[in-house]
Structures are given as structure tokens and as C-alpha cells.
């Protein structure tokens, strides 16, 4: 197996936005993509057991998208902790007893980080948002405070692969978030790494009419085409950008877009890119075992039509991306967003690859 079968989504608290000494709600959903079914959640500060939670709440939302798995139905989870300065392990706990650590919550890394947190979050609150059908767009749900809250972490998130990868986010002087959608990521940026000169670009006016209208102080973005060019000047950016963009395209436009890359960015520059792998293959394929295969043999499978929109899927092996990448070096790889096969609290692109490649014509 060649994914992190765990698929989950911690939706309160977020880091940044964790209470300390005082009662926190933990809500989230949690699934295994694999015969097992999760059945509860222990939680531990320290060595202590706080407290065993039923994994049981429906979730129809989320099972609309995993067809393949019954207990994606009931995959929710909800409960209140009253946290102090100790980290929480979160371990899963399967129907046959059987368990495995899920991932750990810094507690103290949050406390150290008390004052920071609170300054990003007084000035998020002064930025628009965008209304749920906007949202809907881009993440495939309506939720304003899970969107409004994934800006930080996301953008945290980003920070982590990048430095894991070796790159000096203080160095980046211009960077570009192709397919910036409703400017999600961007304004996370603006947040934490001001000095960055930042620029997004879209193919969808709806979504970058309302860009340009509520964050031109954040960010200067324009809209593209379905194909290339883009209007920068070339040799401009230290690092392009694409969360969950590739994953829409036909592999034609995506050989084109490289090609654009290369023209726009500074030599030594770097691509960030986040792809579908084999568990999104095996989700969407779960009726067609042909296409299955076909994946597994050549590295790529497609689904769907409308070239750019959340109705076509595409999907790549580590393999497959490196040879589309000519010209690129792969410099760090993070399999369904993990680090260190570790999983992160909140990933960027739920289980999405994520690729680091650098420009070495
Ligand atoms: C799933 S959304 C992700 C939005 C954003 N990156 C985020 O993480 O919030 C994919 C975005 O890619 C955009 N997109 C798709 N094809 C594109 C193209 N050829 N050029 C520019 N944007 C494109 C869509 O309009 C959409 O906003």
C-alpha cells in the first residue's frame, strides 16, 4: 500500500485558535480507507489517558465524496476537553481494539506562540470573506468558519513543507498561487510573511471578479485562460504555487502550464504542487478496477469531463509527475500531506501528494 489510509479532518479547535485553561470542543471526522473501522478516539496528556471517544457521528456530507466505504456515514466525532500545558497524543482505536498513534496536538508550541496567534487573528478578522456559494467553488462545501479558520494552518502547513524541503521562505521575494480561487491562501500569506510580494492568478471570473473587488490590498491577482500564457514578465517569480489545481486539468493543459512555468519563474525558483494519488484512485475507481490498474501500470488516470472544473479529476503517481516535470529537480515529497510520515493537525490539501520542485533548466 502506497498511501496513509487514515482520512481525517480535525475541524475545532484549530492550532491557532486552541484555548488554553479552559474547555476546548474537539470535532472533526476520521475514517480508515481500508477494512477496519475506527470506533474511537483515546486521547492522552502525557502518559494519562483523558478520556476514550466514540467515533459515530453521521457525516453524510463526507460520505457523499467516499462512496466506496459504508462507515464513512457515521465517521464524525465531538467532545469537550479542558486543556492546560500538556500536549494531547491522539491515538485511533479500531473495532478489533487494535490502535495506532494518530497524531500529536503541540500544545506548547501553541503557548509559546500565544501572542503571535492572537495578532493574526485580530487582523483575519478585519479581511472579507467570501459568502458559502463562492466558497463552495473551491472547497465543495459551504462552511465560512471552516474556511475563514483553514487560511492560517493552511499557510502554516505551506511553511512546513517548504522549510522541510530546504527552501528559505525569507528569501522569497515574489511568489504566485496558480489558481488562487477565492484567495484563501493568499491572504494567509499577507498574514505571515508580509514581505512577500504576493500575486494570484484564476481562470474563473466569478471567483476573481470578487478577488480584485474585496483583497486588492492583499494581494494583486488576474485572471488566465484554460491554457497558457500568462501576462507576468518572465524570470519574475522565487515560487508558483498550485493547491488542488493540476488535479482538475487534462494532462495536455498541464504539459502547457509547465511549459508557461518555466518562461515565468526565476532559475533556482520553485513549484509547489499538490496532485491526487493512489487513494483517490482507489476511491474514484472503486466500481472500474480496469482504470485501477491502468494507474497502477502507466502512473496516471483521468475521470470525468469539463477540462478546470471540480467535475474532472485527474491523478498521478510520484513517478509520473517527475517525468512531466523536465527540467525540474524534485526536491522534497509529503505523501497525502504527511511529514516525516507524520501526520499533520490540518493538512493543506486533505490527502492530497504534495511535490517540491525546483527550476534547473
Ligand atoms: C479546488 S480549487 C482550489 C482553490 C485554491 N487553490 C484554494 O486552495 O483555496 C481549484 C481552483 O483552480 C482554478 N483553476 C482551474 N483551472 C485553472 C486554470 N487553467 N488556470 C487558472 N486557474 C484554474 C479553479 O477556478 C479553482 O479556483
Redesign the pocket.
Known sequence: MHYDPIVYLLETPKYHLLKIGTVNLFSGWVFNFGKQKIGSLNIYANDKLLGNFAVNLPREDIAAYIPSIPAVKTCGFSFELEIDNDNLTFEIVFDDQSKELFFIFDVANVINQQNYFNNLNNNLAFIPQPKPELIY???GHYDVDEYKNSIIP?VMNLHNYLQHAGVDVQQIQSLL??????G??LVGWHLLAPHIELNG????PK?LDWVQQNLSNQAHCVK????PPLSYADNKFDLIY????F???SLE?QQE?IQEFKRVLKVGGYVLITLHGEIYVRNGFWQEPDKIHQFLNTGFAESGSN??S?YYASHHSIDFIKQMMQGFELIDYFPNGNIAHKRTLFQT?QSQDIYIFRYEP
Not at 201 to 204: H, I
Not at 224 to 227: A, E, F, K
Not at 242 to 245: E, F, G, K, P, Y
Open positions: 467553488l473551491t472547497q493552511g498561487d496558480f489558481g488562487c480561487g477565492s484563501r491562501l492568478c484564476d481562470f474563473n471567483l488566465n485562460n484554460l491554457t498550485l493547491i488542488s489545481v488535479t482538475h486539468l493543459v502550464w477540462d478546470g471540480n490539501a
